[in-house]
């Protein structure tokens, strides 16, 4: 029972930008009964979705394969994948390491840049699923075109993370706004 | 596998988390020790030099541990180190011995460069520059042959160390994956390469010294920068070990002899240091109130309703301040030191009023035995100095009052600057639709109703701003709007008259109640003027609300509207309020002339009495309730203010229990039973009203700044207050609010909220400075009473209390003469601050046009250099076959190098400018790619340098030149 904290040590804790304490807590909660004997378990990532901070997130899954360090790709979460995405979200996380996060949430095929299906499955995530708030495609192509007149500085139709983190940095509200809190 | 990569995380920290801290001092500081105790040792002489060798030979065999190639080359560095001593004894001069280092230096320096590139080559060459040395050296001193012996051995040594520690690295390369962490890393192995042949020998030159130094501070900074890299945190666990090892490794080594032990010391105390602060700032961030509840609410409702929250933290701080220096400097010495309730007439209750003073209603009211208590301005003496202590009063009332107003100035302009400051230059609208796609989303949200709303308000938000990008928005109908909109201010400026005139008549009226008497008139009466103000604040927002359907305004523009007409409303309220308290005062102070000819009379009528009656008999006591008083109109003032205060805060309560909770309970019981649905129709659950809510806790704050001169018991009401109300309102929130539909950013109003608190700040002390400096205090109660205005006691002091030059000094220092200019001064500096701060901005704009055409012409440049580096490949193809042949002659050469050295070099040359003829013309290689470089003319090959490894096609730096020439001299 709660071996991994115990392994994972105090001084490591305290690398840890978050009350690794509750983390813990809440990621055990995750697990089912004979998993918690096991020491290193992954978290399905269906079951981490389960957590209410992240379940009305649209970019819950996206989030999930970010962190996650499977082998597979399936987005499942160790608890130390865990402890990386909420001190990612925390309030002491820099503006450089939450931008560097953001962006690779962003990149929805993962090659590293912003292109433009990225953008357009970006904004359908921030528009939600229901079709009364989905936007026209019309609306979306000018919205798109619009987005990278401004932040595609060198033009190549991509907004890479330079790019990205430029945008990003003059932002007044993404550092108070990119967190979450167990 | 997770398993593995677990308890390697374990040992991670047992090795070297820097942040574990003991641990780690402690072994360094072994190392420092053991380092010493092996100098200690060396010093002894050559009688020693058998046991240390067999003592190495015992540490190698101590299976390859890191500390033992630490200590090995310490010893090779010893050793370096004593023969250098010897050469000094054998006398060989001191310009040789110079030569020599340099030379070594050049040697060694070259290597590093190459080492990077060709480990293999690096290997090899290292034994040739060793050897080289040797030679330079043997050349000299031709004694000792066994010296050469060991020196060689340790050469064999160090090399040998040397590879592994290549392998070493290769290994870690090879874990390190990530691209940006594999450029920093290679930086530093280079740079941890260099130092580790530097340090070989003892005699390190400042320069070299300079060059580790740069290097450990390189490392240092890589560690306490290493929580701002997005690397996960297995990858920061190893990199920090890394560079902790080597911090540690070679720390020590930069400091010499004496100055090594502080220099370790300094380090000691500087890791303590860090992670006290460290420990100190979690223990910050723990002693924050309430932190937990706002994350929740933050969590619910996003951050635009926890910013209220957040505010409403700050403002229990600050008026926590405002109560320690009312209650610390004024309140608790009068009431420990000050003369006791009833000695005097200002601190007993009037004769009248003492049947009904302890009446709930009276206290209630603040009158009876509040009303003659420290809680207000009228009881307060004017003795100059009280108590054992001599604590000047009227100085400490006086200056408190002062620093209060000049702390919230201070603090809140210096919030608005921080904020200003976060925020950046946030105002230009430069990446507004990136901003809406990248950063719209509060990813604190964990409700998935609010989450709905937030999906709404993003589309309605994208929609809006492609309409306004596209401006095809038509104005159906101009003329109704602007009709319209005329139409609602006009309206709304019709309610603000309406209800300013509501005050003023209700404040005459209580005027004349009070005149009257209090006890003639309801409850009601008596406490008109509040609830009619609380009542306006309450009713008039909705009123403009719905006055502001109207308009049809953007629902930002429309909240900043709603927004600055409750603020005039407020201000109107307040100032009527004020207007008619002015009247009041006069009142009062006519009265007073009236009470003072009359108590003249009175005492006149009472000697006279005491005299007819008997002249000689002791004279009559009198009660000091008996005393006649005047109607002392700060109290007055005081009492106003406080009761406005109380009416405030029970609205407030009051309001939200009804408002809130009531409705909640209803909406959701009653549903049951209902014919339409109460929940999603009419009524439904209220939202959280930010904009209300601070407003309302600023102008709250403003009337705290304006009474606590006269009431110095309002900042501790208004802790009270704000402590309630944060537990009452984060419960209200939590069970009966609903999210808002329009869920908006906070930070974008932070520093509105902050300007509105700034004007009221200056608004509320206007007034309070006004009566201040203008209206002479009441002849018998307060600390200034008998003085003709209240600041005459700074005055006072400086004469009294102060030597005679400084009153002097300071009288001459506040003649116009000196304080014109200085205002003067003060303007100038303002313009020229605004205008430097209006010149940077422009520079700012300069330079985005700039770095935007650069990167356009950077774009340009690459691709034409792409194109360019494509033809070249070709061509290098062709000849890529013709070279591979004497690519293996020169390595061939390169490994018997140390037989033959001077061959080995003239092949290499031959090689060099063999392939320089047979590349491709030199437009190619100025285009950017150093793979090949410029012919060099190769004068010095005769000399016996390290040099000839250097393959061709790397760039020579110009430094090793640099240090050959002497010893080109020499030869």
């Not at chain 2, 900074?221 to 929580?227: F, P, V």
Request: some cysteine; overall charge neutral; proline content about 4%.
């Amino acid at each position: 029972m709660g071996t991994t904290a115990s392994q994972l040590g105090k001084d490591l804790l305290s690398e840890y930008q978050v009350s690794a304490q509750n983390a813990h807590k809440r990621f055990t909660e995750l697990l089912t009964k004979d998993e918690k004997d096991l020491p290193n378990t992954r978290v399905s990532m269906e079951r981490v979705l389960t957590l209410p901070e992240l379940k009305s997130n649209p970019f819950r899954k996206r989030i999930c394969y970010v962190f996650s360090t499977s082998e597979q790709k399936d987005g499942s979460l160790t608890f130390e994948d865990f402890l990386d995405l909420l001190s990612a979200f925390s309030d002491s996380a820099t503006l450089e390491i939450k931008s560097h996060y953001a962006f690779r949430i962003f990149d929805f095929d993962d090659d590293g840049t912003l292109d433009c299906g990225d953008l357009e499955k970006l904004v359908n995530c921030l528009t939600g699923e229901t079709d009364e708030t989905r936007l026209t495609t019309e609306e979306m192509r000018q919205l798109i075109n619009n987005i990278l007149e401004e932040s595609d500085i060198d033009k190549d139709g991509t907004v890479n993370l330079s790019e990205f983190q430029h945008v990003i940095s003059r932002s007044p509200d993404f550092v108070s706004s990119f967190k979450i809190v167990l | 596998m997770p398993r593995d990569s677990l308890i390697t995380s374990e040992n991670d920290i047992d090795i070297g988390l820097e942040f574990a801290g003991d641990e780690d001092e402690v072994s360094s500081f072994q190392e420092e020790h053991e380092r010493e105790r092996h100098r200690a040792k060396r010093r002894d002489g050559d009688r020693e030099k058998k046991k240390r060798r067999k003592g190495r030979r015992r540490r190698a065999s101590r299976a390859g541990e890191r500390e033992d190639e630490l200590q090995a080359r310490h010893e090779k560095r010893e050793a370096g180190r004593r023969k250098r001593a010897k050469n000094y004894q054998e006398s060989e001069g001191r310009e040789r011995d110079e030569e020599e280092q340099a030379q070594i230096k050049t040697g060694k320096t070259a290597k590093t460069k190459k080492n990077i590139k060709n480990e293999k080559t690096r290997k090899v060459e290292q034994e040739e520059g060793e050897a080289e040395e040797r030679n330079a050296k043997g050349k000299k001193k031709h004694g000792s042959a066994k010296k050469e012996e060991k020196d060689e051995d340790g050469g064999k040594c160090a090399a040998k160390e040397k590879t592994q520690e290549v392998k070493k690295k290769k290994h870690k390369r090879v874990v390190e994956t990530s691209s940006e962490q594999e450029t920093s890393e290679e930086d530093v192995n280079e740079e941890e390469d260099s130092e580790e042949k530097e340090l070989r020998p003892e005699s390190l030159s400042p320069e070299e010294l300079e060059k580790l130094k740069e290097a450990v501070d390189e490392r240092k900074k890589l560690i306490q920068g290493l929580r701002g890299k997005p690397w996960s945190m297995k990858k920061k666990l190893v990199t920090l070990r890394e560079s902790q090892e080597f911090v540690e490794k070679y720390e020590g080594a930069l400091g010499k002899g004496k100055g090594r032990k502080l220099y370790a010391y300094k380090v000691m105390m500087a890791k303590k240091w860090m992670k006290f602060q460290r420990d100190f700032e979690n223990f910050k961030t723990a002693c924050i109130p309430w932190e937990m509840k706002i994350k929740e609410i933050e969590s619910h409702f996003g951050s635009s309703v926890a910013s209220y929250f957040i505010f409403l933290r700050w403002m229990y701080g600050i008026n926590m301040i405002l109560f320690g220096l009312t209650f610390g400097l004024v309140m608790v010495p009068e009431a420990l030191m000050g003369r006791p309730y009833g000695s005097i007439p200002r601190k007993t209750v009037p004769r009248a009023e003492e049947a009904s003073a302890m009446d709930f209603a009276v206290l209630w009211d603040f009158g009876g035995y509040a009303q003659y208590s420290v809680l207000f301005y009228g009881y307060y003496n004017n003795q100059r100095a009280i108590g054992w202590l001599k604590f000047r009063m009227p100085l400490s009332y006086f200056l408190v009052g002062v620093g209060t107003v000049a702390y919230s100035y201070m603090v809140v302009i210096r919030t608005m600057a921080r904020n200003a400051n976060e925020s950046g230059v946030g105002d230009d609208n430069s990446f507004n639709f990136s901003w809406k796609t990248f950063t719209s989303w509060d990813y604190l949200i964990g409700n998935p109703e609010t989450a709905d709303n937030k999906f709404a308000s993003i589309t309605t938000s994208f929609k809006e701003a492609i309409l306004e990008e596209q401006e095809s928005r038509k104005d159906d109908n101009i003329h109704l709007t602007r009709f319209l909109r005329v139409l609602a201010n006009f309206l709304v400026l019709c309610c603000l008259a309406g209800s300013g005139y509501l005050i003023y008549f209700v404040v005459r009226r209580s005027q004349k109640f009070a005149l009257d008497g209090l006890d003639t008139h309801t409850w009601w009466e008596r406490n008109e003027v509040n609830m009619v103000m609380s009542l306006l604040g309450m009713f008039c927002p909705m009123l403009f609300d719905v006055i502001s359907a109207l308009e049809n305004y953007h629902p930002r523009v429309a909240l900043q509207w709603q927004l600055g007409r409750i603020f005039a409303l407020f201000l109107g309220n307040l100032y009527t309020f004020i207007i008619a308290l002015m009247d009041e005062i006069n009142l009062k102070r006519e009265e007073e002339k009236i009470v003072k000819f009359n108590i003249t009379t009175w005492e006149a009528s009472l000697y006279n009495s005491t005299v007819s009656e008997n002249s000689t008999g002791p004279p009559i006591t009198i009660q000091p309730a008996d005393v006649p008083r005047g109607p002392c109109w700060e109290t007055m003032v005081g009492q106003e203010f406080v009761r406005l205060i109380i009416s405030d805060t029970m609205t407030t309560y009051i309001t939200l229990l009804i408002g809130d909770f009531l409705r909640a309970v209803l909406v959701r019981f009653l549903n049951y039973c209902w014919c339409w649905d109460l929940e999603a129709g009419f009524p439904s659950y209220s939202e959280f009203d930010v904009s209300g809510n601070v407003l309302g806790l600023i102008f709250n704050q403003g009337m705290i700044w304006m009474g606590a001169f006269y009431a110095p018991c309002l900042p501790a009401l208004n802790v009270l207050r704000l402590h309630v109300s944060m537990y009452l309102q984060c419960w209200a929130v939590m069970c009966c609010n609903v999210p808002q539909e329009r869920v908006f950013k906070a930070s974008g109003s932070n520093n509105f909220y902050m300007a509105m608190l700034l004007v009221i700040l200056f608004l509320s002390t206007l007034p309070a400075i006004y009566t201040i400096v203008t209206i002479p205090p009441s002849f018998d109660c307060g600390p200034f009473s008998g003085k003709k205005r209240m600041f005459d006691v700074i005055q006072e002091t400086l004469e009294s209390d102060f030597p005679a030059w400084f009153s002097k000094v300071f009288s001459s220092a506040s003649n116009p003469g000196l304080v014109l200019p200085f205002i003067l001064l003060m303007v100038l500096a303002i313009y020229y601050l605004q205008s430097t701060s209006k010149s940077y901005k422009e520079a700012n704009v300069e330079l985005k046009k700039k770095l935007q055409t650069q990167n356009e012409e950077n774009k340009k440049k690459n691709k034409r250099a792409a194109l360019k580096a494509q033809m070249d490949l070709e061509e290098a193809r062709k000849a890529a076959s013709q070279t591979a042949e004497q690519q293996k002659n020169n390595n061939a050469s390169l490994q018997d190098q140390e037989a033959d050295e001077e061959e080995n070099h003239s092949s290499s040359q031959r090689l060099y400018h063999g392939k320089n003829r047979r590349n491709p013309p030199a437009p190619v290689r100025e285009q950017g790619l150093p793979a090949t470089r410029a012919p060099v003319p190769r004068n010095y090959h005769h000399g016996n340098h390290g040099a000839p490894g250097y393959l061709p096609g790397f760039p020579r730096q110009s430094e090793p030149r640099m240090h050959r020439v002497p010893s080109l001299q020499r030869h």
